[in-house]
């Protein structure tokens, strides 16, 4: 039992992060467990090979994955590397394709997506990046905010881990609340994947 116990905070816990854009939450979660003994990032995943993410990777020296939806659906594609490098949680970080149920089934809680929004307001398909803002904006709403939640096989339905705000001024336009949102990004993602892998 004991030992049972220990190993929860032992046993080294891989990560893989996907992403289709600028990468910048997978570079601020791949720097905050780079000095941990318990959380190794073991690789980056993307479906576009254009995007900034490969060059992050490139930089980090991190290996980088890439994938399709066909590629995600099939036994021998993704699930097979997460397979081989024996990858305990999926993070998604700016993913714009669909995680397929066969791999949701394999990680049941263990895939966990960020959202620039507070969920279920402005989620689901079409809603990322600016556009999200912009519509925030456009329907003149005083609030917005980060919504960090498990995934399921529904579109930015899954179980909510945490929720942070942050007020919009009348100035505001889509750049200024994108700062805004990065900050809580960066500030948040990491430390709440830390807590789920240990809670
Ligand atoms: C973030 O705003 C995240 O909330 C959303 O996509 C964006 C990704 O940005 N899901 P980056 O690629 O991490 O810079």
Same mark, same amino acid.
């Not at 096989?153 to 881990?161: A, H, K, V």
């Given at each position: 039992m004991f030992i049972l116990f220990l190993s929860k905070f032992f046993i080294l816990k891989t990560v893989a992060i996907f992403g289709s854009g600028n990468g910048s939450n997978a570079e601020n979660i791949y720097n905050y467990f780079? #000095? #941990? #003994? &318990?959380? $190794? @990032?073991?690789f980056f995943c993307t479906?576009? $090979?254009?995007?900034f993410i490969v060059n992050r990777a490139e930089k980090l020296n991190i290996p980088v994955l890439f994938t399709n939806k066909d590629h995600m659906r099939k036994n021998s594609g993704i699930q097979k590397e997460l397979k081989n490098y024996k990858v305990d949680y999926i993070i998604l970080a700016g993913f714009l394709l669909k995680i397929p149920n066969n791999i949701i089934s394999l990680y049941p809680k263990k895939i966990i997506n960020i959202h *620039? #929004?507070?969920? *279920? $307001?402005? !989620? !689901? $398909? !079409?809603?990322?990046g600016l556009n999200v803002h912009a519509a925030v904006l456009k329907n003149k709403e005083l609030e917005s905010g980060i919504t960090i939640h498990f995934v399921n =096989?529904?579109? &930015? =339905? !899954? =179980? @909510? @881990?945490l929720q942070k705000k942050c007020f919009i001024s009348k100035e505001e336009t889509i750049n200024s609340l994108d700062k805004k949102i990065r900050f809580l990004e960066l500030s948040f993602f990491p430390k709440t994947i830390e807590k789920i892998i240990f809670s």
């Open positions: 780079l #000095s #941990s #003994s &318990d959380v $190794k @990032i073991v479906n576009n $090979k254009n995007a *620039p #929004s507070l969920l *279920p $307001k402005y !989620g !689901g $398909k !079409g809603m990322y =096989e529904y579109y &930015d =339905e !899954g =179980e @909510i @881990i």
